[in-house]
């Protein structure tokens, strides 16, 4: 145990709990008295105790499976309307006339994009335990309710209520893993949190079409028992979330809304402040204010998160919202065959994804794997735009759903590991996933209807996407390393913290 960690120990329980009771926050821990004993390490971790190992291991199983299971129900919600579409809904709300259904598609990214700042900041005062759960549980009624409308622009209304209800949810899972995890052992958590979300969207499509098969039951048609289904399902896991679900970890060690019950001792909840306070020394909650905001949003770093991952998001809603329209129409598969298709590319996905994340961990390596998924996503297309043979095409399938899907936890970790401060992490993730969101946009529209079905022009931007990408992680290997040197020889101080270093 490093002599840190026996600071920590050291902390007299009796003395942290008068302080709280001093203070007026009965069952908080002092985290003030916590970063007091704790300097931030300017070098490599050290080798942790088998105490913290138990400790991460217990947030793991706490935080992980619940997060994870209610995000990848909220991807089935955000984008089962291909599924639906082929089901039922094409012809029963005209979904084909003019631009409908691209227009359906994007809509929901409009309010998905405006909310998301505010929701990071109300997650900060209201607590995950209650906002997160709360949210999942209006949006899957929303979902239900799309089973029963009636004309496309009451779907319109619908897809509008899920992006704002659904703009508070994955942002805040990102700040709220963020802060209760060390830089080099985040990417296999986000990837951990994104791979049922990343199976998900690849089950959904053989779940609708199960689900679809209940067409003539209680009146009503296939599409319609999709929504319904899945949205029954989601409010049951919303509400399963209210019991789950845990707060920040320097409000740990109160009781929790529901059960009443700390989810850490002050003891634990001391360990976990203190390795982050030594990674990144930000265990300590800034206060966010209109002038801190302005700081932060000078920084352009945050600004390229934002772009990398809107254009990452651009091939992954791509492939969530076509695919099965592409292998139905233009690859010739029935209705059945598209949808059963297309989940194996998604397995293959969640494997690679989750090797190159505990590569990246161990190595502590960002930029290389995120230009590698950048070149597996770039073959893969390429065969599917332009290659005759349907299953060197269906190939490619598998390449480019592996290449855009793994960067998703790459880049959460790209943007984690080389910015300090959580309100400047609530900030960034907002917008990270703000942009992504514009990927979201951008590929509802770069798939015309007047380019189907090889869709030409969108596999083309597709590529272009990912060549972009390639070219900002490369121009950083540089500018990153350039500013590390600097660190090193005492010219610079980098984001405000002694001792920190970029990641490639």
Same mark, same amino acid.
């Given at each position: 145990m490093s002599l840190k960690e026996k600071d920590i120990e050291g902390l007299h329980h009796e003395r942290i709990s008068s302080d709280n009771e001093r203070n007026g926050h009965h069952g908080d821990l002092n985290v003030e008295k916590v970063v007091e004993n704790t300097v931030p390490a300017s070098g490599p971790p050290e080798q942790e105790d088998k105490?913290?190992?138990?400790?991460?291991?217990?947030?793991?199983?706490?935080?992980?499976?619940?997060?994870?299971?209610?995000?990848?129900?909220?991807?089935?919600?955000?984008?089962?309307?291909?599924?639906?579409?082929?089901?039922?809904?094409?012809?029963?709300?005209?979904?084909?006339?003019?631009?409908?259904?691209?227009?359906?598609?994007?809509?929901?990214?409009?309010?998905?994009?405006?909310?998301?700042?505010?929701?990071?900041?109300?997650?900060?005062?209201?607590?995950?335990?209650?906002?997160?759960?709360?949210?999942?549980?209006?949006?899957? &009624?929303?979902?239900?309710?799309? =089973?029963?409308?009636?004309?496309? !622009?009451?779907?319109? %209304?619908?897809?509008? +209520? /899920? $992006?704002?209800?659904?703009?508070?949810?994955?942002?805040?899972?990102?700040?709220?893993?963020?802060?209760?995890?060390?830089?080099?052992?985040?990417?296999?958590?986000?990837?951990?949190?994104?791979?049922?979300?990343?199976?998900?969207?690849?089950?959904?499509?053989?779940?609708?079409?199960?689900?679809?098969?209940?067409? &003539?039951?209680?009146?009503?048609? =296939?599409?319609?028992?999709?929504? !319904?289904?899945?949205? %029954?399902?989601?409010? +049951? /896991? $919303?509400?399963?979330?209210?019991?789950?679900?845990?707060?920040?970890?320097?409000?740990?060690?109160?009781?929790?809304?529901?059960?009443?019950?700390?989810?850490?001792?002050?003891?634990?909840?001391?360990?976990?402040?203190?390795?982050?306070?030594?990674?990144?020394?930000?265990?300590?909650?800034?206060?966010?204010?209109?002038?801190?905001?302005?700081?932060?949003?000078?920084?352009?770093?945050?600004?390229?998160?934002a772009w990398l991952y809107f254009l990452n998001n651009v091939v992954a809603y791509s492939f969530s919202y076509f695919l099965p329209v592409i292998l139905r129409n233009d690859m010739g598969h029935s209705v059945a065959m598209a949808q059963i298709l297309s989940f194996p590319p998604y397995v293959v996905a969640a494997v690679w994804m989750f090797g190159t994340a505990w590569v990246a961990d161990r190595y502590r390596k960002r930029g290389a794997i995120i230009v590698l998924n950048c070149a597996v996503a770039i073959i893969g297309v390429c065969m599917m735009a332009y290659v005759d043979s349907p299953d060197v095409r269906y190939a490619g399938v598998f390449l480019g759903v592996t290449g855009a899907n793994s960067n998703v936890p790459s880049l959460l970790s790209y943007m984690h590991n080389n910015i300090v401060g959580q309100m400047k992490r609530s900030i960034a993730s907002a917008l990270l996933i703000g942009g992504g969101a514009c990927g979201g946009i951008a590929a509802s529209l770069i798939f015309r209807q007047q380019d189907a079905p090889e869709y030409s022009p969108a596999m083309a931007t597709v590529i272009a996407t990912q060549a972009l990408t390639i070219l900002h992680i490369s121009k950083n290997f540089v500018v990153y390393a350039r500013k590390n040197r600097r660190a090193d020889r005492g010219e610079i101080v980098l984001e405000g913290q002694v001792g920190f270093r970029q990641t490639l």
């Open positions: 105490e913290t190992r138990r400790l991460v291991r217990k947030i793991d199983m706490r935080l992980l499976p619940t997060l994870a299971v209610i995000y990848a129900f909220a991807l089935i919600d955000r984008v089962n309307l291909p599924n639906a579409r082929i089901a039922g809904m094409d012809e029963d709300l005209g979904l084909s006339i003019g631009d409908r259904y691209s227009i359906l598609s994007m809509i929901f990214f409009i309010p998905y994009i405006i909310f998301q700042f505010p929701a990071n900041i109300v997650i900060r005062k209201i607590g995950p335990a209650l906002w997160l759960p709360s949210l999942v549980v209006i949006w899957g &009624g929303v979902t239900m309710g799309m =089973g029963f409308v009636t004309h496309w !622009t009451q779907a319109l %209304a619908c897809r509008i +209520l /899920l $992006g704002v209800l659904e703009a508070g949810y994955y942002p805040g899972c990102v700040f709220l893993l963020s802060c209760w995890y060390i830089r080099f052992e985040v990417q296999k958590r986000f990837s951990a949190f994104y791979l049922l979300a990343l199976l998900a969207s690849g089950f959904s499509n053989i779940l609708a079409w199960g689900l679809s098969e209940m067409k &003539g039951l209680g009146g009503l048609n =296939g599409w319609q028992w999709i929504f !319904t289904v899945e949205g %029954a399902i989601t409010v +049951l /896991l $919303g509400i399963m979330g209210f019991v789950a679900i845990i707060d920040f970890p320097d409000r740990a060690t109160r009781p929790h809304p529901v059960t009443r019950r700390p989810f850490l001792t002050e003891h634990e909840a001391a360990i976990v402040l203190a390795r982050i306070q030594r990674d990144r020394g930000d265990a300590v909650v800034d206060k966010l204010t209109f002038k801190t905001i302005r700081f932060h949003l000078r920084d352009w770093k945050i600004w390229e998160f």
